[in-house]
């Protein structure tokens, strides 16, 4: 579905991508961990049209999208949850969901994916009302994904969904990631909860200073000892194999 080939993105001096390239088949959840300063929101800023590239190539069903300005880009089925959630905070839940439907003419098909948001959601719904600067930061989290959802989007970017969560919410941010995808949405999960985001992936690209250094299947990766050392604060067993390589 999704075809990144050696991107490249510079701020100023810095190279913040220096030739990227990594996969999202169809109906799946591929992850990009790294730490801080890796590249991860910079490769989302790209596909979204937010950040330009000065070379690679990106390729969305079939279409090079680089260069297109970001509302074409959510026309053509990509949409974008960011880091911090991003929410008007003094509108309501009912509008913050709207604004993400703002491509959506037909009224009856609006409600229906209202209502899925809803379902999806349901603290959502109990708050339709209430201004989106009073949720909690997990609701907050949930009406940035439904947001995300209601341009009815084929590929959902998610950047760092499980920020500033306690664990319980992670977990429940993480089974309702699960629950899309099992949807038929395929997701491209920023995250540095490496852990988390393994658990559910079904392929991984480790990014560092730009570029991938690392990839597999996501449990090959989780037991990949120099992820396991870098990622996840453990050691190594001197006693594990070698790590392979993971499998698409």
């Known amino acids: 579905m999704l075809e990144v080939c050696d991107l490249r993105v510079s701020y100023g001096a810095i190279k913040a991508l220096d030739g990227v390239s990594f996969s999202v088949p169809r109906g799946r959840i591929v992850t990009l961990l790294g730490a801080n300063g890796s590249g991860?929101?910079?490769t989302?800023?790209?596909?979204?049209?937010?950040?330009?590239?000065?070379?690679g190539r990106i390729v969305f069903a079939g279409r090079e999208i680089q260069g297109l300005p970001t509302h074409e880009i959510v026309r053509a089925g990509i949409a974008l949850?960011?880091?911090?959630?991003?929410i008007f905070a003094n509108l309501t839940v009912y509008e913050n969901l709207l604004l993400g439907a703002y491509f959506q003419r037909d009224q009856p098909a609006l409600k229906r994916d209202l209502n899925l948001i809803y379902e999806t959601?349901?603290?959502?719904?109990?708050?339709?009302?209430?201004?989106a600067g009073t949720l909690s930061g997990g609701e907050q989290q949930m009406l940035a994904v439904g947001r995300?959802?209601?341009?009815?989007?084929?590929?959902?970017?998610?950047?760092e969904?499980?920020?500033?969560?306690?664990?319980?919410?992670?977990?429940?941010v993480f089974q309702i990631i699960t629950r899309l995808n099992q949807r038929g949405v395929t997701v491209l999960l920023v995250e540095q909860n490496a852990s988390a985001a393994l658990k559910i992936a079904h392929y991984g690209y480790v990014l560092e200073t730009g570029r991938v250094v690392l990839e597999g299947s996501g449990a090959a990766l989780l037991a990949n000892p120099q992820l396991q050392q870098a990622y996840l604060g453990e050691e190594p067993?001197?006693?594990?194999?070698p790590p392979g390589e993971g499998g698409k």
């Open 81 to 86: 949850a960011p880091e911090g959630r991003r």
């Open 44 to 55: 989302l800023r790209a596909i979204t049209g937010l950040a330009a590239s000065e070379a």
């Open 148 to 159: 995300a959802l209601m341009s009815r989007p084929q590929l959902l970017l998610l950047d």
């Open 237 to 241: 067993d001197p006693a594990a194999p």
């Open 121 to 131: 959601f349901p603290r959502l719904a109990e708050r339709r009302t209430q201004a």
């Open 161 to 172: 969904p499980s920020l500033g969560l306690a664990p319980l919410l992670v977990k429940e």
């Open 40 to 42: 991860k929101t910079t």
